[in-house]
């Protein structure tokens, strides 16, 4: 996560989220994803049913550390390779 957080700053790019899937579960987070979050991330989960993705949400902590839906809008982008 550090380095990852060292290329974004270099980068002048800044981490506002975290990504994860959940295999052939629903796209919320587990009480293990609560404990490990940080309340300035948002969470994107995808649910993965038989290797296809068919739901993503988006979650973030609440004042009492508690995960709350996040509206989101996905848009394709292309990431540009660093040099
Ligand atoms: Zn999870």
Redesign the pocket.
Known sequence: MMLIQKSGRDRNLDIIGIY?S?PDCEAV??E??RLAAWSQYSYL?VSVRQGVAQDCLCWTLDEEDQFQREPFQLEPFTVQPST
């Open positions: 994860h959940h987070p587990s293990c994803d989960i």
